[in-house]
């Protein structure tokens, strides 16, 4: 089966530019997230959607940040506008279900780099 | 709150021999799943192995085993025989229902020849 796939793989823009990120994940899958990952850190949750609709977003910077999923498909996560501080690895990643003992898989993720 | 806890940051071991990568968790949910994810330095993170809570027995995929201890909270990961290929960083992750996956700091490990 096709993996999850994001686009772009490398980012560079300049501090209070606007950027936008796609993910589509793996087919079937009615659960998806975006993680931010920070050099040398684990990642961390920035929302999840069940099909349509957010589960948790509760660390989402919602000043800058923005993520839609509106057919319950594909998703893009949106960074307006961007500060150094979000220079990171955006995952999206997708799992079967919430539950407990369903993997998430990853995509290969986007490496953001702000200027 | 859920928390997970690698303590070794970085860990060395010889190509063939067996590595074990250590994990500690804190949860209070009786229901919950630990996984391992290998992210390697192109950056992909790969799903390795799972353990659930209420599972007798330690998981096992390949050479990739878990060594769970419920009661120490502990969920380590042993890779037999190792490669070239599994330098990487190594992340244990832990998940209840409808949650997010929780990632410890990572451990990143040196194979050498």
């Known amino acids: 089966e096709a993996g999850v796939a994001q686009s772009p793989r490398y980012k560079i823009i300049e501090k209070r530019q606007s950027v936008a990120f796609w993910c589509n994940p793996i087919?079937?899958?009615?659960?998806l997230y975006w993680y931010q990952q920070i050099l040398g850190q684990g990642p961390k949750l920035l929302i999840q959607?069940?099909?349509?609709?957010?589960?948790?977003d509760s660390q989402l910077p919602k000043d800058r940040f923005s993520a839609e999923r509106l057919k319950g498909v594909d998703s893009t996560l949106k960074i307006q506008p961007a500060k150094l501080e979000d220079s990171a690895v955006y995952l999206c990643a997708s799992s079967l279900s919430q539950d407990s003992n369903q993997p998430q898989h990853f995509g290969d993720g986007t490496r953001l780099s702000i200027l | 709150a859920q928390k997970i806890t690698q303590t070794q940051p970085g860990m060395f071991v010889q190509e063939k021999e067996a590595v074990t990568l250590d994990c500690t968790y804190d949860t209070s949910d009786p229901s919950y799943g630990l996984f391992w994810y290998k992210q390697p330095s192109s950056g992909e993170m790969i799903f390795l192995i799972y353990?659930?809570?209420?599972?007798?027995q330690n998981a096992t995929e390949g050479r990739y085993s878990l060594n769970f201890q419920k009661a120490r909270k502990s969920a380590n990961l042993v890779i037999s025989a190792s490669q070239l290929g599994d330098s990487a960083m190594y992340f244990c992750?832990?998940?209840?229902?409808?949650?997010?996956?929780?990632f410890g700091q990572g451990t990143e490990l040196s194979v050498k020849p």
């Open positions: 353990q659930g809570s209420y599972d007798q």
């Open positions: 959607f069940q099909n349509n609709g957010v589960v948790d």
């Open positions: 992750a832990m998940r209840g229902w409808g949650g997010k996956l929780i």
């Open positions: 087919s079937g899958h009615a659960t």
